[in-house]
């Protein structure tokens, strides 16, 4: 059953997928210079307080240098943490990744000792790594990337089977689809998808991967997918102003034009658009609301309506050019010439580039939902990390 | 930044003078004053003669005095207008919608008290069905097989076919008409460095090359409007603005492109439109259909410098606004509204050739022919005419210019 799941996932990204196979394989076969070297892309000894190069380091000594990085995670050192980290990993993977086996074993084996003794020191660990993967992306070292977001997952999945409680299942789900916004961040839109749509099998109405595998397949034209999720995720979370903005734009071009809801899709449309003007929404979501609902109005030849709407909006958003613009060709439209070529010398006249359109926004990932997720994530995360100091102290002592 | 009203449409179907007067500046009523022993004078630049007026106009005159103006004075129908202490002399008003006649009166005065005055009265259109055609204007740049432009051609050497049908050539002009210029500078992230670097030396060397009598205006944009500047001839304000602007955010060609033709709606004379991008649309709300319909309705041209340094053929994409096929459609609407104005498409495969392409372009513009007639059989029913361009007796030429336009 899962594996049906997965197929029909890969097979509903494989263009995408083509790239990240190719980047696994790059990183499973490429050559490597023998270990130890000093390059000067590696921590140097002051970096461990005056201790030898990471890449010399044995296991145990990994080990070693991984729970002080954990202990200092769990005084709540944050950034000391996961600059300590990424010093330790880089090290030992080097940059032609040779050194991933030692470091995946070393830190599993740490970890998982952590989690005999506590299972829930899982969660902080893991919230660890997944910070770590967002540091890595400005580092060009697919391995270290690679390493962080495979541990992060696997630690995830073992946090959910193991807990068997829907606490764990929905933690588990959290630090996924974090783990999954960054990569989409990172346009690695297949790897995206299968993470938010683990996170929905352990979460159903995980509000972030909803609206996120609703903008991937949005993004990729797949109007009918986006759709689907897209109403799942307005279903379940009826606040949620960007999922019902993308449902009503991808009810919009969607060429199928089935009927939703028992509603023909343009009255839908205009619905949910009436819906975010009317609401407390964010402001580019409402503005895009008077943008879109004014071009639905226009391309069902309401024209009056299209340019009562614009005026509305431009009473709400007054230095918003693009509202303006529409405004002018509407009103051309309806043979206003005079009016119109005031709206176009009004443009003029206001500040200008100041901030990122609408529309650009709309472009890009970045939902608010996402920052009320990762704050419940870490705060989920820090209500353990007493828990995650203790099992270091008595696995120090056991060793 | 001057953009005048225009008139309803009814009202410009029936303004053949108005379309007669577009490339002149005149001079009207002119009471120079020697009196207090300086020379002054006023000269209008703006409206043109015989132009009726509608809206907001812009009213402009040249001062000329063997001493200081201490004030330039507007009365607009006896009302201020305006009063200017330096050049340039030019102020905006409001003259309503009546298709009545306005009286413009302009008055200079200099640091010893001289003063000059000019006049003129802007006539209402009659609305007369016998006379109610407008004046088409066609810009033709002629080149012959070895690509270079032929300009030794004369009146008779061209026929004009509306619909198939010959027009009568009322007007007939080339090399120094004066046109107004926006430059239309996507300045999106991609443009950053070397590439907002080369669009700056463009510019220059496009408006270095321009004539007093011609205007631009600089419209940057990303996925927003970034600056429009208003018509200048002056070069320094809108190289500031260029020079302080940097390359950020996404891309959205067709509203701004609608932008740009509707502020050249509000100017007298040839309108031409050069974009400059490395990109394609991805941000717009105006598909380009809608801004194709624009074109149709305009008679400016649009010159489209294409930047595609890796010099291979442009891929498909899908965003968050349009799939594949939406992004594939606006990329050949686009390329239809450039054709169909009579500009043309120019691809640049490295950032050393876009300052000869601007170049290029503003010599394209000297040697176009500039042709006029009056639609033979005008029904202003909405529907699309087709023009063609034939150049007889002369084999091997070749003719670009507007394909067609909207009978309106």
């Known amino acids: 059953m899962q594996n049906d799941a997965l197929r029909k996932r890969e097979s509903a990204f494989r263009p995408f997928l083509t790239c990240s196979l190719a980047l696994v394989c790059l990183v499973g076969a490429l050559g490597v210079p023998g270990p130890g070297a000093v390059r000067a892309d590696v921590p140097q000894p002051q970096d461990f307080g005056g201790r030898v190069d990471p890449a010399t380091f044995d296991i145990p000594a990994i080990q070693q240098a991984y729970r002080k990085i954990l202990a200092r995670w769990a005084s709540g050192a944050r950034g000391e943490a996961v600059n300590d980290l990424k010093a330790l990993e880089r090290g030992v993977i080097g940059a032609d990744g040779k050194g991933r086996d030692k470091l995946w074993k070393a830190e599993i084996q740490a970890v998982r000792e952590l989690e005999e003794a506590q299972h829930e020191t899982l969660l902080p660990v893991m919230v660890l790594h997944q910070e770590s993967y967002a540091a890595y992306r400005e580092v060009h070292n697919p391995f270290l990337s690679l390493h962080a977001r495979n541990l992060t997952r696997s630690l995830a999945e073992v946090y959910a089977a193991r807990g068997a409680t829907e606490g764990a299942k929905i933690s588990a789900a959290r630090v996924l689809t974090s783990l999954g916004s960054y990569i989409q961040e990172a346009a690695l839109t297949d790897l995206a998808a299968e993470l938010y749509a683990r996170s929905l099998e352990l979460d159903p109405v995980n509000e972030v991967a909803l609206l996120g595998l609703g903008a991937l397949f949005e993004k990729s034209g797949r109007y009918p997918s986006a759709i689907g999720y897209l109403t799942r995720l307005v279903k379940a979370h009826p606040g949620q102003a960007e999922g019902k903005l993308r449902l009503a734009l991808s009810l919009e071009r969607n060429p199928v034009g089935s009927e939703i809801g028992g509603h023909a899709p343009a009255a839908e449309i205009k619905r949910l658009l009436r819906e975010l003007i009317a609401g407390d929404s964010p402001g580019w979501v409402r503005n895009l609301a008077y943008e879109e609902l004014a071009v639905r109005y226009s391309r069902d030849g309401e024209q009056e309506k299209a340019e009562a709407v614009l005026k509305e909006g431009i009473t709400k958003f007054p230095n918003e050019p693009r509202l303006y613009i529409e405004l002018a060709s509407v009103l051309e439209r309806r043979g206003q010439w005079g009016a119109a070529a005031q709206m176009a010398e009004k443009v003029q006249s206001l500040p200008l580039g100041a901030e990122e359109s609408a529309r650009f926004r709309y472009s890009r990932w970045g939902p608010e939902a996402l920052f009320a997720l990762r704050a419940s994530l870490r705060e989920t995360s820090d209500a353990r990390l007493a828990l995650l100091s203790q099992a270091l102290g008595t696995v120090k002592v056991a060793g | ?408």
Request: hydrophobic share 40%; aromatic share 6%; net charge negative.
């Open chain 2, 1 to 408: 930044m001057g953009i005048p009203t225009r008139p309803t449409r009814d009202l410009r179907r029936s303004a053949p003078l108005l379309a007669l007067g577009l490339l002149v500046c005149c001079l009207s009523i002119v009471r120079p004053d020697r009196a207090a022993g300086a020379a002054v004078e006023v000269l209008f630049l703006s409206p043109a003669q015989a132009t009726p007026l509608f809206g907001t106009v812009d009213l402009a005159v040249n001062v000329r005095s063997d001493e200081a103006i201490v004030k330039v004075v507007f009365k607009v129908d006896g009302k201020p207008a305006g009063e200017l202490k330096k050049p340039p002399f030019r102020v905006q008003w409001d003259v309503g919608q009546e298709n009545v006649p306005h009286h413009v009166e302009v008055v200079a005065t200099t640091v010893s008290g001289a003063t000059a005055a000019a006049e003129l009265t802007s006539p209402a259109v009659v609305v007369n069905e016998e006379i109610s055609v407008a004046l088409r204007t066609l810009f033709v740049t002629v080149s012959g097989s070895d690509g270079k432009r032929v300009l030794d051609l004369t009146r008779d050497d061209f026929r004009v076919l509306d619909n198939g049908v010959e027009q009568k050539l009322v007007t007939f002009e080339r090399g120094e008409v004066p046109f107004n210029a926006v430059l239309l500078l996507d300045t999106s992230e991609s443009m950053r460095g070397a590439r907002i670097e080369a669009s700056r030396a463009g510019v220059h060397s496009f408006l270095a090359g321009m004539k007093d009598v011609d205007e631009a205006s600089l419209v940057l944009f990303s996925d927003r409007l970034l600056a429009a500047t208003p018509f200048h001839n002056d070069r320094k304000p809108l190289e500031a603005v260029l020079a302080k602007t940097d390359a950020l955010g996404g891309t959205a060609i067709n509203d701004h492109l609608y932008l740009a033709l509707k502020l050249l709606d509000g100017q007298v004379g040839r309108g031409v439109i050069v974009l400059f991008s490395d990109g394609t649309d991805v941000q717009s709300v105006l598909s380009m259909q809608e801004v194709l319909w624009k074109e149709r309705r305009s008679q400016s041209l649009i010159y489209w410098l294409q930047l595609n340094e890796e010099g291979s053929r442009r891929t498909s994409i899908s965003s968050a606004w349009r799939d594949f096929a939406a992004n594939d459609r606006e990329f050949r609407d686009l390329q239809r509204a450039v054709i169909e104005s009579g500009g043309r498409i120019e691809g640049i495969a490295s950032i050393g050739g876009v300052e000869g392409a601007f170049k290029e372009i503003l010599s394209e513009l000297r040697d176009q022919y500039v042709l006029g007639f009056y639609p033979s059989h005008a029904r202003h029913d909405g529907k699309w005419h087709e023009v063609q361009i034939k150049v007889a007796g002369h084999g091997g030429v070749h003719v670009r210019a507007r394909g067609g336009y909207v009978d309106y």
